[in-house]
């Protein structure tokens, strides 16, 4: 019988399999495609050519052999501790809590190196936007700083210019300054 | 359909059968295999053509006490021996 054409890395040894699909999670960088593109440029670097299409099933194959494997070891330690604190449960039951386990497991679980993947990518976009954010605000914030100290400096020379114009005594003099100050901190 | 894509339907249902190790899968679980135009079947044709496979002994209906109307299957040992002669277990 004929092979088919994605068997070849189906029957690649188990370490070999996941290097391959940690290739395909690999997200893209400056260096290098990542993704399917770049699991297949490692694998022509090792010299296996893959088609696309045929890298693409073996990822997909890959994934849920991996998360129905993860489901079954649930299932299966479910079944061991009903068996173990409930040894009057019939092993039907117990068959039908681990089957239940295994299709909560199955449907409910995700891929792991795809979601560290995206979780990493995330991270770094929200790490390198909370930076630039931070920064930005850090300069906004020196510029706002600058520009309330001249504000202050420039209103407490005009009123100390227009109270010795006006005569006005030392202590409404200070009176007014604090007002002025007290606005153009309430602006700020 | 065209009868290719209806053999890897075939041979995608059971190679997802095999993955469930000896556990029942369900239709949404059975979509997990499944490449997405091929996810967006109808369950009648899903069930469809896992009939033929139960027809060929390939896979057997669940017996469930509970909610016997969400249907699950399993992969028999026929099924095992045809996947590992295509070399796809």
Redesign the interface.
């Known amino acids: 019988m004929k092979p088919r054409s994605d068997s070849k890395l189906k029957i690649l040894p188990d370490d070999r399999q996941e290097q391959i699909f940690a290739w395909a999670c690999t997200p893209k960088t400056e260096e290098h495609p990542g993704g399917l593109a770049y699991a297949r440029e490692q694998l022509a670097a090792d010299g296996l050519k893959v088609s696309m299409s045929t890298l693409s099933e073996f990822v997909s194959w890959y994934g849920l052999q991996q998360r129905f494997a993860r489901a079954a070891s649930r299932a299966d330690q479910a079944m061991e501790l009903a068996r173990s604190r409930n040894p009057h449960m019939s092993p039907e039951a117990v068959r039908d809590l681990a089957q239940t386990v295994f299709t909560l497991e199955a449907l409910d679980a995700k891929d792991p190196e795809t979601f560290v993947s995206l979780e990493h990518l995330k991270l770094a976009q929200d790490s390198a936007r909370t930076k630039a954010e931070f920064e930005r605000e850090k300069i906004e914030i020196s510029k706002r700083k600058l520009s309330l100290q001249e504000a202050r400096t420039r209103a407490a020379s005009a009123v100390q210019e227009a109270g010795k114009r006006l005569e006005v005594t030392p202590e409404v003099l200070k009176e007014i300054l604090s007002a002025v100050d007290r606005r153009l901190m309430g602006e700020a | 359909m065209t009868p290719q894509t209806r053999e890897n339907l075939r041979i995608l249902l059971l ?2 059968l095999a ?8 239709i ?2 059975l979509r ?2 499944l ?1 997405a135009q091929l996810r967006r079947l109808d369950a009648d044709e899903i069930t469809a053509e896992l009939a033929y496979l139960i027809d060929k002994g390939f896979v057997a209906v ?1 017996a ?3 909610s016997p109307e969400n249907r ?1 299957w399993k992969i028999t040992a026929a099924g095992r021996d045809f996947l590992a ?4 277990a």
């Open positions: 190679t997802t993955a469930a190790r000896g556990y029942a899968v369900g949404d679980g997990l295999g490449p669940e469930k006490a509970i699950e002669m295509e070399g796809l």
